[in-house]
């Protein structure tokens, strides 16, 4: 089993930065990527960013050039820097961990992006 617990969101106006907080425990040796998905009121839930163990990285269209994914591996912890920030950006964000036998989900938390 592995725990996600997520922490970063909360109220900024556009234009502003948030920065996104996961950490992993548990069997974590079991993971192989981590990322970051957002689901909108009305909408699917979408991937946003999302990083390997080796350091690959990958973004939604959207997204690119505004934030960025990282990893640190001492504190097996993803974030996820969101710049630029708009107000189609605004949704429940959630970190996701990629085992070989199946997905695990943090609990979310809200970003809203508005004046």
């Known amino acids: 089993q592995v725990q996600l617990v997520e922490s970063g969101g909360g109220l900024v106006q556009p234009g502003g930065s948030l920065r996104l907080s996961c950490a992993a425990s548990g069997n974590i040796f079991s993971i192989h990527a981590m990322g970051w998905y957002r689901q909108a009121p009305g909408k699917q839930r979408e991937l946003v960013a999302a990083i390997t163990s080796g350091g690959l990285t990958t973004y939604t269209d959207s997204v690119k050039g505004r934030f960025t994914i990282s990893r640190d591996n001492a504190k097996n912890t993803v974030y996820l820097q969101m710049n630029s920030l708009k107000p189609e950006d605004t949704a429940v964000y959630y970190c996701?961990?990629?085992?070989?036998?199946?997905?695990?989900w943090g609990q979310g938390t809200q970003v809203t992006v508005s004046s």
């Open positions: 996701n961990a990629q085992s070989l036998l199946r997905a695990y």
